[in-house]
């Protein structure tokens, strides 16, 4: 298995755990999809069966996400740290960070187009009896 392979099936298989870490969460179902597409994005990268484009368009949505994400202040991502909503915008905030990092990563591992159909057809066209 190729480098790539390798990461972006870890990284699939991390994104499930977080995604099945939010099922408390208030706002769960906005935070599972988040996960899961990520991971989804990143099995597709390990069959090579995703473009570079969907890629970095999921960056970026990933990383405006961040951005909107950045708590009002940093208190860390301890309980008992601080105001348990600035806790809970900085946890949103690196997983959005994570994900964007990765999804940017494959992009730049990723050719500019992938292999949606088998170079070569896996039948043989034949003469028509006519």
Same mark, same amino acid.
């Given at each position: 298995?190729?480098?790539?392979?390798?990461?972006?099936?870890?990284?699939?298989?991390?994104?499930?755990?977080? +995604?099945?870490?939010? %099922?408390?969460?208030?706002?769960?179902?906005? &935070?599972? !999809?988040?996960?899961?597409?990520? #991971? $989804?994005?990143?099995?597709?990268?390990?069959?090579?069966?995703?473009?570079?484009?969907?890629?970095?368009? +999921?960056?970026?949505? %990933?990383?405006?996400?961040?951005?909107?994400? &950045?708590? !009002?202040?940093?208190?860390?991502? #301890? $309980?008992?740290?601080?105001?348990?909503?600035?806790?809970?915008?900085?946890?949103?905030?690196?997983?959005?960070?994570?994900?964007?990092?990765?999804?940017?990563?494959?992009?730049?591992?990723?050719?500019?187009?992938?292999?949606?159909?088998?170079?070569?057809?896996?039948?043989?066209?034949?003469?028509?009896?006519?």
């Amino acid at each position: 298995m190729a480098f790539k392979q390798i990461l972006s099936t870890l990284m699939g298989i991390v994104f499930i755990v977080f +995604a099945a870490m939010q %099922y408390n969460d208030p706002d769960a179902a906005i &935070w599972i !999809a988040t996960y899961l597409v990520a #991971a $989804i994005f990143s099995f597709l990268v390990s069959f090579n069966r995703i473009n570079q484009a969907i890629l970095l368009v +999921a960056f970026v949505a %990933y990383a405006v996400g961040a951005v909107f994400f &950045w708590p !009002a202040k940093w208190e860390g991502i #301890a $309980i008992g740290g601080g105001d348990i909503k600035n806790i809970e915008e900085a946890r949103e905030f690196l997983g959005l960070v994570l994900t964007s990092i990765t999804m940017l990563t494959f992009a730049l591992f990723s050719r500019s187009r992938a292999r949606l159909h088998p170079k070569k057809p896996i039948y043989q066209q034949g003469k028509w009896a006519n």
